[in-house]
């Protein structure tokens, strides 16, 4: 574990990679549904804050794995049993997480054991790896005993958040501590050690975009089941063709835009800024799963199982979706010189989010409105079709060039 060439040609996700992503599929699964469910029934703050802590802690653990993965990779025996003590410790993330939702609907202390304890799992195998690197790492070695230290440091406070009962606020705030700790991590390893750690720009992008389609996945996959058992309970309808289409077009959209920036380049011509780069993806994943529980929202509304108005059906497609196209402007105008382009794009975001808001209060219909509220990523897709492709390979040249 001498640390990856981070200029290796043809460098891709490996089988194990992608068998790790895998697993992350039923955690996003269960707190989208989970989601779907508290924002049908009203329980909004319960919903918001039970699924932005289950999703954060599965995907603050998935980042540092990417990266450690794409320094450096062996694939032999001690990295794949590892690699399963993480694959477990997701597992049992996600068997936490409808324990969460429902401490947080109860108004007592936060039920967060069998998730943190999950969390704990899948970092003491970091932990294991981060060690084994800096003593087969000569070169690397301060960087991944930056990272083994704060990432161990960090756990001591992830088991007080365990064993002790604490409130909502507590306990945010304890993990807010434990996670600032691990970030220091990362920070300190790549911008104050020399030479941080071998990571493969293009690897990494790879790795960064499997996971984006994961969870766009999400999206699809659930609003097919519920749409599936709309039509086993009363066959086919106008609003169910409707929500079907909008479903499969807003996520197509959103993973056309997602690819329309060659990232492994940019990052590759700014390794700089890969840090927020790859911690900013954080916002990104969550708004994209998000979509597909807003989605599943529409679904329960036109089964008559919400109980709540249209214009709450239309925020929870429209408050993620929008969340989601602004970062990926924001992401790809900090990889990239800013194009005033980019403007026109969000502004453009938010008047037809703004517009499919406007239509569901004016009385129109709720399913109308989502369809409306789909064509955002469609109208950035359409945008950068005809202007963005020419300019953004001008200024991704430029950056190249400036390099060489």
């Known amino acids: ?7 290796e040609e043809d460098r891709a996700a490996t089988n194990l990679e992608l068998f790790y992503d895998l697993v992350f599929v039923v955690a996003f699964s269960v707190a989208g549904t ?12 319960t919903g918001v804050i039970g699924y932005l802590l289950c999703t954060f802690a599965a995907i603050w653990a998935w980042i540092n794995f990417a990266w450690f993965a794409s320094a450096f990779d062996t694939d032999d025996w001690f990295f794949r049993i590892v690699t399963l003590v993480q694959m477990i410790g997701v597992a049992v993330i996600a068997l936490g997480i409808p324990d969460v939702f429902s401490s947080l609907g109860g108004h007592e202390h936060v039920d967060n054991r069998v998730l943190v304890l999950g969390y704990i799992l899948m970092r003491v195998g970091m932990v294991a790896q981060w060690l084994r690197a800096a003593a087969q790492s000569p070169e690397y070695r ?67 975009s499997l996971l984006t389609i994961i969870t766009l996945g999400e999206g699809v996959v659930g609003t ?86 249209g214009g709450v059906v239309v925020a929870s497609v429209a408050v993620p979706l929008g969340i989601y196209c602004l970062g990926v402007i924001a992401m790809y105008d900090y990889l990239l010189p800013f ?26 219909s709720v399913i109308l409105a989502v369809a409306v509220a789909a064509l955002a990523p469609v109208m950035m897709v359409i945008v950068d079709e005809i ?10 040249a430029a950056v190249l060039d400036t390099m060489s």
Not at 34 to 45: D, K, R, T
Request: overall charge negative; hydrophobic content about 50%.
């Open 1 to 7: 574990m001498s640390g990856r060439d981070p200029h």
């Open 142 to 208: 301060g960087a991944c005993l930056i990272y083994a230290a704060m990432t161990l440091l960090a756990q001591f406070g992830w088991v007080a958040v365990l064993l002790i009962n604490m409130s909502l606020i507590p306990t945010l705030v304890g993990m807010a501590i434990c996670v600032g700790i691990e970030l220091l991590g990362p920070f300190v390893g790549e911008t104050r050690s020399s030479g941080g750690t071998p990571w493969h720009p293009h690897h990494i992008a790879e790795r960064y």
């Open 224 to 309: 097919v089941a519920v749409l599936g058992a709309l039509i086993e309970t009363h066959g086919w309808s106008l609003d169910t063709a409707v929500l079907g289409l909008s479903s499969m077009t807003v996520t197509f959209a959103m993973w056309w835009i997602y690819f329309t920036v060659p990232v492994g380049d940019a990052l590759h011509a700014h390794r700089n800024k890969s840090f927020w780069w790859g911690y900013g993806h954080i916002v990104i994943f969550m708004a994209a799963a998000a979509v597909g529980a807003g989605l599943h929202v529409a679904a329960l509304y036109i089964e008559h199982e919400a109980h709540v108005g």
């Open 387 to 396: 202007a963005g492709v020419p300019r953004r390979e001008r200024a991704l």
């Open 34 to 45: 989970q989601l779907a469910h508290q924002l049908a029934e009203g329980h909004y703050q």
């Open 339 to 364: 194009d005033p382009l980019s403007l026109f794009l969000a502004t453009g975001v938010i008047v037809v989010l703004g517009v499919a808001t406007w239509m569901c209060a004016a009385g129109a």
